[in-house]
């Protein structure tokens, strides 16, 4: 064992003075002067590197590692495995010559993780220099820092007795604990964190903590997320016939904390309700919750959404235009409008070519209303999607020129325009003379009425292409009425039977996505937005001529997938 370095020692005792973790330790031990003598330099280095490790796991598992990875290491030790024999001989020699209980807890304990020396000292020393460093760091002019030290160190003590079955150690350390429970519960000062903390490292212990935690759980009523934590610890030791009583518990104070609250506060608040509600079947609260979540609208949340206006290059407005211009006759410059879109470019050489642009997340249904749902891990982010709308943005933009050329050029009336559209078994003449009175409205600037009489042709068009090749109606079945398709299940039907999946999953995008899309033919036809802008009725347009130059022969199915 290594002889000690007096000054080291000194400096050491110096540093744990009225330290309230080892990271402050750990910076005063750094700024010492360990003089010119090498042994003092070797012992101050092993030092600084056993008090820059932290413990992480518990029982068995507990090891100790660089309490920030990625950061700097300075020489220092990444974990304990790389210990050196000789940095183990150095704690091991302070371990016994320190007299502050928080090092000397902190030493042994490494030395029994690291299997060196006697197992039955190191156990012994670290749980009770854990225990006697608690008082020390309780009386620590820093409140808090010294609480919080004083919580982890018996924890560990507790810990370190119940993994090693040291019975004396155990009930001091649980006795220890429950005192300071009462303690920080009796206090003035809102330590709820503390007292859970506290009052997990005593259920571990198999202690009774249902009455402090029903305590605590009314003591921290005004922190809603405090006494969720708390009843949720109740909860895993209470017997079974209390349990509804506590989750009901649980669940209201969601609830209530939702009724003083606002803005996105209020929406999490609600959201955390259904979804407790949900899970713990309890079905009157989780109506209550959800019929407050169907109240919510996007301006209530308090959000501020920033946008600049997008206005594509004028070349690519010339472009599009100078590609109507290219047309022979009316018939032409329609079904040109789709070339303009990229999902219309079949690419069989390359299958990644529209990767990433037209792809439409499969976000999870949700039943319970407005509620924030993560995106299953396969979908994509939300960059790639805000993406992919504001290609279509651009998109809308070029197609409301070019409908504007066709209109320059070509003048159509009623007549003319529904006779090029009609189509026998999709679109017959009445209907086509109606998607015309869009087109004329659209030009008019008339938007609403535009918009308004296109998406149900457009829906329609749909249903007519789809019919012979998916079942688009059910029948009644005894008291259950007969339905019919919407059209987002419409829409992602039309991979299976070979149309495109780029466009299929566009027109998602376009009509359905209420998620990140922009969901026209619900805010539309539900009557959520007002007067849509001007390209995405452009949209709406092309889309009804995409599926019609299908029923024209202007585009073929592709081989079904499915």
């Keep these: 064992m290594p002889q000690i370095e007096a000054r080291v020692l000194d400096a050491l005792t110096e540093a744990a003075k009225d330290a309230a973790s080892y990271q402050a330790i750990t910076i005063r031990l750094a700024a010492s002067d360990p003089g010119t003598n090498e042994n003092a330099v070797r012992q101050l280095a092993a030092l600084l590197a056993a008090l820059g490790l932290r413990l992480a796991g518990t029982g068995k598992t507990q090891a100790f590692t660089a309490p920030l990875p990625g950061h700097p290491r300075n020489g220092r030790l990444e974990s304990l495995s790389e210990a050196t024999a000789e940095q ?8 016994e010559a320190v007299d502050h209980p928080f090092v000397r807890g902190r030493l042994h304990h490494l030395l029994l993780l690291a299997g060196h020396g006697r197992k039955p000292e190191h156990i012994q020393g670290a749980a009770t220099g854990y225990l006697d460093a608690a008082p020390l760091l309780l009386a620590n002019p ?11 160190c018996l924890r560990w003590a507790g810990d370190l007795a119940r993994t090693y079955n040291q019975t004396d150690l155990r009930k001091r350390a649980t006795s220890d604990t429950a005192i300071l429970a009462e303690q920080v519960l009796a206090a003035p000062d809102d330590d709820s964190g503390i007292l859970a903390s506290l009052l997990d490292a005593l259920r571990v212990q198999r202690f009774d903590i249902t009455n402090l935690a029903a305590r605590a759980a009314h003591r921290y009523a ?10 949720s610890l109740l909860r895993e030791e209470a017997p079974k016939d209390r349990r509804p009583g506590i989750d009901t518990a649980i669940v209201t104070a969601f609830l209530d904390a939702a009724d003083t609250d606002s803005g996105f506060r209020r929406h999490n608040l609600l959201t955390r309700a259904v979804t407790e509600a949900r899970d713990r079947g309890l079905t009157e609260l989780r109506v209550r919750a959800e ?38 006759d009316l018939t032409d410059a329609l079904w040109r409008t789709l070339d303009v879109h990229p999902a219309t470019r079949e690419t069989t050489d390359d299958a990644h070519t529209l990767d990433g642009l037209f792809r439409i997340p499969r976000t999870r249904i949700n039943t319970a209303g407005p509620i924030q749902v993560a995106p299953p891990i396969d979908a994509d982010d939300d960059h790639l999607v805000g993406l992919q709308v504001l290609a279509m943005e651009f998109v809308g933009h070029l197609t409301a020129a070019q409908l504007d050329r066709i209109h320059e050029r070509f003048e159509p009336d009623d007549a003319e325009l529904a006779a090029t559209l009609a189509h026998e078994a999709v679109l017959p003449p009445a209907r086509a003379r109606i998607l015309a009175d869009a087109f004329g409205y659209f030009w008019l600037g008339e938007l609403d009425a535009a918009a308004c009489i296109a998406l ?57 996505d209420s998620d990140r899309g922009m969901n026209l033919r619900n805010n539309i036809c539900h009557g959520l937005i007002d007067t849509p802008p001007r390209h995405r009725v452009a949209l709406i347009l092309q889309a009804a001529l995409y599926l019609l130059s299908h029923a024209h022969g202007h585009r073929t199915l592709t081989p079904a997938t499915s």
């Design 88 to 95: 183990m001989e150095i704690w091991s020699a302070y371990a």
């Design 222 to 231: 005004h922190d809603v997320h405090a006494r969720v934590a708390l009843l």
């Design 291 to 328: 019929m407050a979540l169907q109240q919510t609208d996007p301006d209530s949340l308090g959000w501020t959404r920033l946008g600049r206006l997008l206005i594509p290059p004028p070349g690519l407005f010339a472009g599009a235009r100078a590609h109507i211009d290219a047309a022979t």
């Design 456 to 512: 149900p042709q457009a829906e329609q068009i749909l249903r007519q292409l789809l019919r012979p090749r998916v079942p688009v109606v059910s029948a009644a079945k005894g008291q259950s009425p007969g339905t019919v398709a919407q059209m987002g299940g419409l829409i992602r039907s039309m991979p299976a039977v070979g149309y495109p999946q780029d466009w299929s999953r566009a027109l998602e995008l376009l009509f359905v």
């Design 142 to 152: 820093r409140r808090f820092a010294g609480l919080a030290g004083a919580t982890e």
